[in-house]
């Protein structure tokens, strides 16, 4: 399991990350708003906060005044600490999906004098984690009530390309499932029966993907860029865990072969795209 979550050291893969980010920060930004409106001396728990970035873009504002990021690789979290700690900033190491990982929160939670949390923010985690139904369930009791969860998770279901002659977006979707590094990439759209299955109220679905028009090349060229870039490398990385599997080292040679083809279409001047992305609120 550790070699899965390493990948999320490794500089190119924060490089990723900060576009990523940059690019995700419009498309998010309303749904916080709403839940950040009226909010004051809020206190904000962020699972899997990688080194920081994301947390301080999505709560920086002052109607928050305490953040606790919570990251399972220590450098992160010590990253996170020197680039963003103190302050209403603070950034620990923790598995979210250990057994010890309440009574941690319990006492990081005593030193700041928060009760509960009025934001629970997972995103980007929960296709990673062994059984993600268990977190959402467990950390609603660290959620005041009235309190909200945001979740922002992929979900290739919801992923096109028009037109695509070739079928190159269903082929590299079924390569992107087969990668193990990349997590359970058609976990977004059960987040919100997951959510109601543990009890939380309200739960809405902002957004199911993310598109591109013909017109905007410059928007299809970031989109490629963050939804398939990491592709080849994790196949290559992949290949290097397990020499003996014939079906990796296939889908390798495939993606080098085709790449360029698909980022050609992807990006060409009447190709309409999406990619699944989906964003949900649930309130305790
Ligand atoms: C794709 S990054 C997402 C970062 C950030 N949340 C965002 O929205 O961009 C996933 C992060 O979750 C962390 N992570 C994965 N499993 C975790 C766990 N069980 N406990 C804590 N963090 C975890 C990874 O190490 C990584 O930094």
Known sequence: MDKIRDVYKQEKELLRLAMQQSFLKEEE?????????????????????????????????????????????????????????????????????????????????????????????????????????????RMKNFLKPGGTLTSVE?????????????GRMKQFLEFCRKDMLSGRRRLGGDVPDMLELCGYQDVLVHSRCISASASEKNRKEQMFEIA???????????????????????????IAENYEKFRIDFTEKSTEVSCGLVMVTGVR
């Open 228 to 254: 398939f870039s990491w592709l080849l490398e994790d196949f290559e990385q992949m290949c290097r865990i397990y020499p003996e599997n014939q079906e990796y080292a296939r889908i390798k040679t495939e």
């Open 29 to 137: 930004e309303p749904i916080y708003n709403r839940v950040l409106e009226g909010m004051e001396h809020g206190a904000v728990l962020d699972i899997g906060c990688n080194d920081g970035t994301r947390t301080v873009d999505r709560f920086g504002t002052d109607r928050v005044s305490k953040v606790i990021g919570v990251e399972y690789h220590r450098e992160l979290a010590d990253r996170a600490n020197s680039n963003h700690g103190g302050g209403k900033f603070h950034f620990y190491q923790a598995d979210a999906e250990s057994s010890g990982f309440e009574d941690s929160l319990e006492n990081i939670m005593e030193i700041f004098g928060i009760e509960g949390f009025d934001i629970i923010n997972i995103s980007f985690v929960l296709m990673h984690l062994k059984d993600p139904g268990k977190l959402l369930s």
């Open 154 to 166: 992929t979900d290739d279901r919801f992923s096109r390309m028009l037109p695509d002659k070739e």
